[in-house]
T-cell receptor, first 113, second 117 residues
Framework: GDSVTQMEGPVTLSEEAFLTINCTYT??????LFWYVQYPGEGLQLLLK?????DKGSNKGFEATYRKETTSFHLEKGSVQVSDSAVYFC????????????FGKGNQVVVIP | KAGVTQTPRYLIKTRGQQVTLSCSPI?????VSWYQQTPGQGLQFLFE???????NKGNFPGRFSGRQFSNSRSEMNVSTLELGDSALYLC????????????????FGSGTRLTVV
């Protein structure tokens, strides 16, 4: 079945550092790909999305490019702030019309001032 | 416009009891999905409702059930609660139509934190 794999473990970095979180997926066809962010005590917020190969999703300084050849959708931000501290989830929605999301395990990002 | 509203925010129940959680989607959204989030299993899909009909179902036992009303509001019920049912239950809504989530993504509520003791 469809699955999403995120890099293991939390990510700790200093303010203004470069952030990258790896995400790879397994799916048939052409899934849509998403990054969601979860702040403490909150639900999930859609951060960005891409619906076809080579699409680049971007929002609030975050970017991710849908790479079908490497089945990846890595999240990047050039200069993180303390307010970016949260848990980030990569997810996919398959091309079969099922209205469901498959999520990665999530990565805790901690930005130190 | 108002977001996805889940009530209650927190619940404490005893093993063996049953519980009902409520979700009001964004106005105009007709698809409502439920997810369970636990530290061990992460985010897992429970089921999706559209036009009062269950359209998709995840791999959960029959103790987990749901329904959707004509105004698109949805409830999920868990009977005979077990300690392992302690989790954050998230509701998400999207526009109608199969595959709409693929184009627009889901909008999530803040969740109901269920603790079973």
């Amino acid at each position: 079945g469809d699955s999403v794999t995120q890099m293991e473990g939390p990510v700790t970095l200093s303010e203004e550092a470069f952030l990258t979180i790896n995400c790879t997926y397994t799916a048939t066809g052409y899934p849509s790909l998403f990054w969601y962010v979860q702040y403490p005590g909150e639900g999930l917020q859609l951060l960005l999305k891409a619906t076809k190969a080579d699409d680049k999703g971007s929002n609030k300084g975050f970017e991710a490019t849908y790479r079908k050849e490497t089945t990846s959708f890595h999240l990047e931000k050039g200069s993180v702030q303390v307010s970016d501290s949260a848990v980030y989830f990569c997810a996919l929605s398959d091309s079969g019309g099922n209205n469901r999301l498959a999520f990665g395990k999530g990565n805790q990002v901690v930005v130190i001032p | 416009k108002a977001g996805v509203t889940q009530t209650p925010r927190y619940l404490i129940k005893t093993r063996g009891q049953q519980v009902t959680l409520s979700c009001s989607p964004i106005s105009g959204h007709r698809s409502v999905s439920w997810y369970q989030q636990t530290p061990g299993q992460g985010l897992q899909f429970l089921f999706e409702y559209f036009s009062e009909t269950q359209r998709n179902k995840g791999n959960f036992p029959g103790r987990f059930s749901g329904r959707q009303f004509s105004n698109s509001r949805s409830e999920m019920n868990v009977s005979t609660l077990e300690l392992g049912d302690s989790a954050l239950y998230l509701c998400a809504s999207s526009l109608d139509g199969v595959g709409t989530a693929r184009a627009y993504g889901y909008t999530f509520g803040s969740g109901t934190r269920l603790t079973v003791v």
